[in-house]
């Protein structure tokens, strides 16, 4: 059964050093989304990107955060400069269609990021 | 605005037993209702939705779910517990009423089902 995949599992980095995160999503999924989940807290909405673009993203997603689709095949969530609060597992989903039909978003592994 | 609440942080239940994880929903519109499960070092995995139809759906792994218009409330269920159920459970909503709102779903905080032996 095709899934998303994420790389690393775990990722350790200075405070304010750029990370990239890196997600494989399903391979004929259009619509590709981040997700944050602070330890014990809500799995939070990032930003969603389709046809190259993001259509979708929250306040948390602010000037620190982008994402890239730099080839056919890999999704990208860069954090420029980290905080500490940055700490958090990030969730990569993939869906087939937008989540605006009834689509259902598939989830890979997650990445868990600590800034130190 | 679209809201989920997981009223539990931990559901225990012995191997056999009927198991429920609660989740209450707010919405504007009509809800468009998930379930997922998080296994430790995995991802979340769709285990059912809820869109229209049949207020109980049936899902992965013998789970199902009761859609309540009226209490607002899409608790989990499954006639008989496993160990291998251990996990943890995230419900999630979206309205599909809402005109110009936002189209990506609201998680609720997840509850800790133990299944012991």
Sequence with gaps: ?116 | AQSVAQPEDQVNVAEGNPLTVKCTYSVSGNPYLFWYVQYPNRGLQFLLKYITGDNLVKGSYCFEAEFNKSQTSFHLKKPSALVSDSALYFCAVRDLGTSGGSYIPTFGRGTSLIVHP
């Design chain 1, 1 to 116: 059964e095709p899934e998303v995949t994420q790389t690393p599992s775990h990722q350790v980095t200075q405070m304010g050093q750029e990370v990239i995160l890196r997600c494989v999503p399903i391979s004929n999924h259009l619509y590709f989304y981040w997700y944050r989940q602070i330890l014990g807290q809500k799995v939070e909405f990032l930003v969603s990107f389709y046809n190259n673009e993001i259509s979708e993203k929250s306040e948390i997603f602010d000037d620190q955060f982008s994402v890239e689709r730099p080839d056919g095949s890999n999704f990208t969530l860069k954090i420029r400069s980290t905080k500490l609060e940055d700490s958090a597992m990030y969730f990569c989903a993939s869906s087939e269609e937008g989540s605006g039909g009834t689509d259902t978003q598939y989830f890979g592994p997650g990445t868990r990021l600590t800034v130190l």
